[in-house]
């Protein structure tokens, strides 16, 4: 006889689950790490853009030059405002998606060990018998003789 898990489809179906969402976790930290790169890159052009306003001003701007640096600051502050409020956003996502796999994981293995419980029984009744068949197959064989 042949060993049978009537929920194999299920254990399937949970193991594909689970490598779907290790795949988007992946590409979500992936994202954040981009976005964080961001972040950083406007915030040292930022400080570049600081300490050359404040050589421009040392040497003397006009008014023009500093209405443009203004401009840059407030700009590239609202910039980073949106660029920190959507790292948080994706930074509660990369959370949902770990805590969904986590989730999927426990789901799989409880399908597992109920899969390894069933087998060892379904081996255990196997040998049993088969046990029953051999003595059946030594008390013929006593009682033919």
Known sequence: ?????????????????????????????????????RIQS???????KYREFKERLQKGMDSNEYIIFQQFSEQSYEDLLKLMKSKNHQENE???????LTEIIKERKILERLKEKRLKRFIYQ????????????????????
């Open 1 to 37: 006889m042949k060993f049978r898990f009537n929920l194999e489809t299920v254990l399937n179906w949970k193991r594909g689950l689970e490598e779907q969402s290790r795949i988007l976790l992946v590409r979500k930290i992936e994202e954040l790490k981009k976005q964080e790169a």
């Open 42 to 48: 406007l915030i040292r052009k930022r400080i570049d």
């Open 94 to 100: 990369v959370d949902k998606e770990r805590k969904n």
């Open 126 to 145: 196997e040998e049993k018998y088969e046990q029953k068949l051999l003595d059946e197959f030594v008390i013929r064989e006593k009682s033919h003789r």
